[in-house]
């Protein structure tokens, strides 16, 4: 996993709590890379998996509710560090079906060695997207904030469903419909 979501993972933790509550959770899961990450580093994904229990277990918030509230800071801090991606596009429903045929391909030219997961996107008709998500990581709660972050940029009224894939546990189906004002 790239070090740059463990750097954001760590600058929401101070944001969203504190650099107390930081500290000790470096403290406390003692990480192999001593919690010290560089943007362009690969890390072993079970650092993260053990920094988001830890901060579970400190905090009391579910580990759902974690992922999905980093989902949506990390989508902010990618309008900000990678604007170009977001240029032109003028929602939601317009921006998530480049994630796998646009933002991806970006991000590979970036971090050739990163190991993204896969989105599938179909239009049923208007105002509404399924978007798949498989992972080997199975992520689908960061996804989801991933997805609730790209709603909120856009300011705008949606639901966001999610149903599991029985027949494939490493996928999610996200339902994304758009409100009538």
Do not use: W
Not at 4 to 23: A, G, R
Not at 69 to 75: E, K, M
Not at 137 to 142: E, H, S, V
Not at 144 to 161: A, K, M, Y
């Amino acid at each position: 996993m790239k070090g740059i979501v463990f750097s954001e993972f760590l600058d929401m933790v101070e944001d969203k709590f504190s650099i107390e509550t930081t500290e000790r959770l470096i403290d406390e899961v003692k990480p192999p890379s001593g919690g010290a990450y560089t943007t362009v580093g690969t890390y072993d994904p079970q650092e993260m998996v053990d920094l988001v229990a830890k901060l579970s277990e400190i905090t009391s918030i579910s580990v759902p509710d974690l992922l999905k509230t980093f989902g949506r800071h990390l989508l902010m801090r990618f309008v900000e560090i990678f604007p170009d991606f977001f240029e032109g596009v003028t929602s939601a429903l317009d921006f998530l079906p480049l994630v796998e045929s646009y933002v991806h391909l970006e991000v590979k030219k970036l971090y050739n060695d990163a190991e993204l997961p896969s989105f599938t996107c179909v239009s049923p008709n208007p105002g509404r997207l399924e978007m798949t998500y498989r992972s080997v990581r199975n992520l689908p709660d960061l996804a989801e904030g991933l997805i609730l972050g790209t709603v909120d940029h856009f300011n705008e009224r949606v639901e966001v469903r999610r149903e599991s894939i029985p027949e494939d546990p490493s996928a999610e189906l996200f339902i994304i419909t758009k409100l009538q004002d």
